[in-house]
């Protein structure tokens, strides 16, 4: 964990935290446990995870069992700093009961003869690996470990891709026996321990991954604490997933689909007020989360078809194309990004890129927009996007960019339809009446945003019919898509996003201005009431999908909630 | 969600009524609908930020349009922010900014800002009411020239992104034309402030003052207009003479004075002109004759588009100042200009 706290803060911080807890903690003696992850280096991921955590303590009294640590290849390429002294006293403050170095722990599981398991401790109790299989000390799949090992590796290397030379290497093979240990290790955790809940900053990649996957298997709920907003998490409960689970993401896809059309579509006609204001938020990127733009340009000022018809001659042309032909926005993913854990069409996400670039100039009846990332940098070390549009400089009406060199004024009067895998414009832009052809699965691609198509086959055929429909003049979006657009913004955004004293907004930086707020708001708010812990209460009990900020499930409560339409 | 004709809006969109003609020195104010590359400011509308940059006006059905822009001390730091690595470090070149309004090349800027100097220039410039579409808007594009679409190839020793940090001060939208005489010639530096010419902008402290302008290049703009006579006069002393003491000093600028006349009186080859339509990239036919002072008459032919001048002259030539333009026309031999604020200093009536 990354801390940039002055060790005096640093020292009234855990003092003021450890006697809050003190006093707003049930007794939890009992042999019951939460597992919570403090393995990412960002202090605020641990510290919405403990969070969550006690405030479940107050639902279900458990002991605290947190995994921490880092290794050299999280450390090298992406941490910027781990430090597991500041999390033991951290978690001291929180009044967790064990502390383990997870990754020391998975050095001792990976030089492990097979026949030696390497037993360990919670507190005092000794826990030893077992199981038969293919993977040692665990019941995990070899291709489902393979998997979390390739996302890993590829993230790590910031690659698109392996080839499959690079998947016989050392240092792939390396990371898979760490994978095997962190296998070893959660199953050993869940299979032994009785256990209420994983909680966890992330689900992707072998550290956090494979700990959701065991979780799974052994049908404990994981609570994902969201890195954004003010306090968003999703929980998959064991009893909410029919037969072997697909993973995480995939499940949650379908819950969150069900939850939608059940409270938030069947609830509108309350919500449309409220909706429309979030609308109005977003669009002038007042709010969060709204992670991919920031500052003037993230901004969308058009208002009317005739400055959307201006804005869109000027821009046209700034970009060379061709103002006849309607255009269509290739959204590229982060390439890296927590490769096939979600359903998608293509075999990655890169692939969905170059087989979409390649197909543009046999669709010659529209502009092509390119638009690679605006992080790409902190995904991809291999030029994969220059080298992409390079192969395709020649096509006319073609252009490549970043995304960050484009204004949402000019995105938004130009694309005619957005093609992404997975990515935040695939509900961003239908709530505008923008259409959007996604290849994938996203939390929200069960709400019937923007158009989801399942295999490669009805992706081209729908693109084709598409480009076909916009030459024709015709629309691609429905005012009904456009309103379950805004109903999940304002779902993401209002109602799945839980305010709380007790929570700093993610945006609340640096580290010290972080700390110093929640201490002050630990010390001088009582703490009766506040809503990080109604809203855990309520998820728990009535075994939700998320956190809420009220009673979405009665309308009467909603509309008590909800301020009525201003206009009347 | 009620029915909308758009999308785009909420049920939480209000329309903030803009009286006309406003004036603007703030971003903020609701005149200034949508923008792209460019930062609004509080005490003036704001500065590009990227080249091209856009700036989306409200405006009634037809009417004049005045800007006042300036590079400053600013500006060096703005281009320096936003301009990526890959573009090659220059010193101060001069920027050449094209003005496009309603996607129509109207005018264009030479902008030389050395040292972070302020200088200033106007554009000026009427919508007819057929230019302005239902809701009112004047989308008006600064392009560096290196960034324009356009067929011209990019004369050497210009700035690249020369948009980028350019300031727009104040705004005038909907000002009917003046009613006033129209002027036979005006001065080198009221007629830069008209943006009749464009040489390297105004001073600040020599705006609304007439007398002659320094080109502080082989470049210079003629804007769209009528037939045009240009006076240009040798620099009364060197460049090396302009010491910060010099400037205080009658003895340095005799001395200077001196200097140039007999500069003058060494055989000297006369400065020649090329000139190119910034919207086509042609050749601009330009007629010029020199007299044995060295002053120099520049004539060009009506223009729909503006013109970039390039003066070629030999290395021991002192350098050109504007004195005067005057408007004319074939048959008459002096015609109305088109483009005048009342009040303006230097006009000639």
């Known amino acids: 964990m990354r801390l940039e706290v002055k060790p005096v803060d640093f020292e009234r911080f855990l003092g003021i935290a450890s006697v809050f807890w003190r006093n707003n903690l049930p007794a939890s003696d009992g042999d019951r446990w939460i597992v919570v992850e403090a393995l990412h280096h960002q202090s605020r991921n641990v510290l919405r995870n403990l969070l969550f955590a006690n405030a479940l303590r107050r639902v279900e009294p458990a002991r605290i069992l947190v995994l921490t640590g880092t290794d050299e290849h999280w450390y090298g390429t992406i941490w910027a700093d781990f430090n597991v002294e500041k999390v033991e006293r951290l978690c001291e403050a929180f009044h967790v009961a064990e502390v383990i170095d997870v990754h020391a722990l998975a050095d001792r599981f990976t030089a492990a003869p097979d026949g030696e398991p390497p037993a360990f401790d919670v507190a005092g ?289 130009m694309t005619d339809l957005g093609l992404t895998v997975r990515g935040s414009v695939s509900n961003e832009l239908p709530a505008f009446g923008i259409p959007v052809l996604q290849t994938g699965w996203s939390e929200w691609s069960s709400c019937s945003v923007s158009t989801v198509v399942t295999d490669r086959e009805s992706y081209w055929k729908t693109l084709t019919s598409f480009i076909e429909a916009l030459a024709r003049g015709e629309s691609l979006i429905t005012a009904e898509q456009v309103e379950r657009a805004r109903l999940w913004l304002w779902f993401y955004r209002g109602a799945a996003d839980v305010a709380s004293l007790l929570v700093p907004h993610w945006d609340l930086m640096p580290e010290q201005t972080h700390f110093r707020a929640l201490e002050i708001n630990m010390r001088s708010v009582e703490s009766d009431g506040d809503p990080l812990f109604s809203a855990v209460r309520r998820m728990w009990n009535r075994r939700e999908p998320f956190l809420t900020r009220f009673d979405l499930t009665s309308a009467e409560a909603l509309s008590e909630a909800l301020p009525a339409d201003p206009r009347g | 969600m009620s029915a909308k004709a758009t999308y785009l809006l909420t049920d939480r969109d209000t329309e903030e009524t803009v009286g006309f003609p406003a004036s603007l020195t703030d971003g903020r104010h609701p005149a200034v609908r949508l923008t792209e590359g460019f930062s609004r400011r509080v005490r003036t509308v704001g500065r590009c930020t990227s080249s091209p940059s856009v700036l989306g006006l409200a405006f009634p059905s037809g009417g004049g349009l005045r800007l006042r822009v300036a590079v400053d001390q600013h500006t060096p730091t703005t281009w320096e922010d936003a301009t990526g690595p890959e573009v090659p470090r220059g010193g101060d070149e001069p920027r050449l900014v094209l003005v496009c309004v309603q996607r129509r090349l109207r005018r264009a800027l030479l902008l030389t800002g050395r040292g972070g100097k302020r200088k200033n220039a106007e554009i000026h410039l009427d919508l007819e009411p057929d230019e302005v579409p239902p809701g009112g808007l004047a989308l008006v594009e600064f392009w560096g020239i290196h960034e324009w679409r356009g067929a011209v190839a990019v004369p050497p020793g210009l700035m690249p992104r020369a948009a980028t940090g350019l300031s727009v001060l104040e705004a005038e939208l909907g000002r009917g034309p003046a009613p006033e005489p129209m002027p036979r010639r005006i001065d080198g530096r009221t007629s830069e402030s008209l943006g009749w010419v464009s040489t390297g902008g105004v001073p600040t402290r020599k705006l609304g003052s007439a007398g002659p302008v320094a080109l502080d290049s082989d470049l210079f703009v003629v804007n769209p207009g009528p037939a045009l006579r240009l006076d240009l006069a040798p620099l009364p002393r060197k460049a090396s003479a302009r010491t910060r003491w010099g400037r205080y000093s009658q003895h340095a600028e005799r001395a200077a004075e001196l200097a140039l006349q007999a500069l003058l009186r060494t055989p000297m080859e006369a400065p020649g002109f090329t000139a190119v339509d910034l919207a086509t990239g042609a050749d601009f036919a330009v007629g010029d004759t020199c007299d044995p002072d060295g002053r120099v008459e520049v004539r060009l032919a009506p223009r729909t588009a503006p013109v970039l001048v390039r003066i070629v002259r030999s290395q021991q030539h002192p350098g050109l100042r504007l004195m005067s333009c005057s408007a004319e026309d074939a048959e008459q031999g002096v015609a109305d200009p088109v483009l005048v604020r009342t009040g303006q200093a230097g006009i000639e009536g």
């Not at chain 1, 997933?241 to 579509?265: Q, S």
């Not at chain 1, 103002?323 to 990655?348: I, K, M, Q, Y």
């Not at chain 1, 790409?376 to 960019?401: C, I, L, R, W």
Request: proline fraction near 6%.
């Open chain 1, 125 to 413: 109790e000794r826990l030893v690996p077992s199981g038969e299989g293919p993977v040692r000390w665990s019941g995990i799949t070899p291709g489902k470990l393979d998997a979390s090992t390739y996302a890993s590796v590829c993230r790590l290397d910031l690659v698109p891709r392996l080839d499959p030379e690079q998947r016989e290497d050392a240092r792939y093979t390396g990371r898979g026996l760490r994978s095997a240990a962190f296998a070893g290790i959660y199953e050993t955790l869940f299979r032994e321990l009785d256990t209420v809940a994983f909680v966890t900053s992330h689900v992707d990649y072998d550290p956090w991954g494979l700990g959701v996957e065991a979780a799974l298997r052994h049908e404990v709920p994981v609570v994902h604490v969201q890195s954004t907003g003010s306090l968003k998490a999703y929980t998959l409960f064991p009893e909410k997933v029919a037969g072997e689970p697909e993973g995480f993401r995939a499940e949650m896809t379908r819950e969150i689909g069900r939850y939608f059309d059940d409270h938030v579509w069947a609830n509108r006609e309350i919500i449309r007020p409220s909706a429309e204001l979030v609308a109005w938020r977003s669009r002038s990127n007042l709010g969060r989360p709204s992670w991919w733009r920031f500052g003037a340009s993230a901004v969308c000022e058009l208002r009317t078809p005739g400055e959307r018809a201006q804005f869109r001659a000027y821009t046209m042309e700034r970009l060379g194309l061709d103002p006849a032909l309607p255009v269509v926005t290739v959204f590229n993913h982060a390439v890296s990004d927590a490769l096939g854990t979600n359903r998608e069409s293509f075999g990655d996400l890169a692939g969905w890129f170059e087989e979409t670039v390649r197909a543009a100039p046999t669709l010659p009846a529209a502009n092509w927009l390119v638009l690679d990332h605006p992080d790409q940098d902190k995904y991809d070390s291999t030029g994969h996007f220059a080298s992409v549009a390079e192969a395709h400089a020649s096509f006319p009406n073609m252009v490549f960019m970043s995304s960050k060199d484009l204004s949402k004024n000019a995105l938004w009067s």
